[in-house]
T-cell receptor, first 113, second 111 residues
Framework: DTAVSQTPKYLVTQMGNDKSIKCEQN?????MYWYKQDSKKFLKIMFSYNNKELIINETVPNRFSPKSPDKAHLNLHINSLELGDSAVYFCASSQRGGRETQYFGPGTRLLVL | DQQVKQNSPSLSVQEGRISILNCDYTNSMFDYFLWYKKYPAEGPTFLISISSIKDKNEDGRFTVFLNKSAKHLSLHIVPSQPGDSAVYFCAANSGNTPLVFGKGTRLSVIA
């Protein structure tokens, strides 16, 4: 069983479209995260949720909206996609925040044309 | 502003030799440091960590050294194995702040 899973693995879409990426963890963790790895290879935190509540929201355009229907799921919805949104998006989870080990999903490779 | 820097994008090492991956940081508030390993088409996986109260942490073939005065840490892998070939990310934080990652170093272990 995959601990942290993401769908889809690949996403190719046109500029201006709206798309969602789903994330699920079966580890019973309280905290979930979204990271973006851009073309320069930096892995940067976007959002963090603890028990369905938003606790970290880094400087991310408001076209990006995370949604946590329950503590096992954290989905990422992106409106009006732009070329610069092309990146690999990783979901992660940890028992709690802070120094707890984070477990990452396999990533979603988004390409905006 | 890169708070965590991995200045070597790649490193090649012979199987059986030591691999040394380096990481520098600028934020003196960081007090917890981690190394993650990433294979292609997979997410990063936790490898080893160290708190700022220590200067060394060892786990099997992997040892992390921390030099707080130089704001430098390194990951030693000995002996290196072909299965160690991956991208290694250094990360740091303080308290409950988000992890800050470096750009990664691609290690190739040549048989």
């Amino acid at each position: 069983d995959t601990a942290v899973s993401q769908t889809p693995k690949y996403l190719v879409t046109q500029m201006g479209n709206d798309k969602s990426i789903k994330c699920e963890q079966n580890l019973g963790h309280d905290t979930m995260y979204w990271y973006k790895q851009d073309s320069k290879k930096f892995l940067k935190i976007m959002f963090s949720y603890n028990n369905k509540e938003l606790i970290i929201n880094e400087t991310v355009p408001n076209r990006f909206s995370p949604k946590s229907p329950d503590k096992a799921h954290l989905n990422l919805h992106i409106n009006s996609l732009e070329l610069g949104d092309s990146a690999v998006y990783f979901c992660a989870s940890s028992q709690r925040g802070g120094r707890e080990t984070q477990y990452f999903g396999p990533g979603t490779r988004l390409l905006v044309l | 502003d890169q708070q965590v820097k991995q200045n070597s994008p790649s490193l090649s090492v012979q199987e059986g030799r030591i691999s040394i991956l380096n990481c520098d940081y600028t934020n003196s508030m960081f007090d917890y440091f981690l190394w993650y390993k990433k294979y292609p088409a997979e997410g990063p996986t936790f490898l080893i960590s160290i708190s700022s109260i220590k200067d060394k942490n060892e786990d099997g073939r992997f040892t992390v050294f921390l030099n707080k005065s130089a704001k430098h840490l390194s990951l030693h892998i000995v002996p290196s194995q072909p299965g160690d070939s991956a991208v290694y990310f250094c990360a740091a934080n303080s308290g409950n702040t988000p992890l800050v990652f470096g750009k990664g170093t691609r290690l190739s272990v040549i048989a």
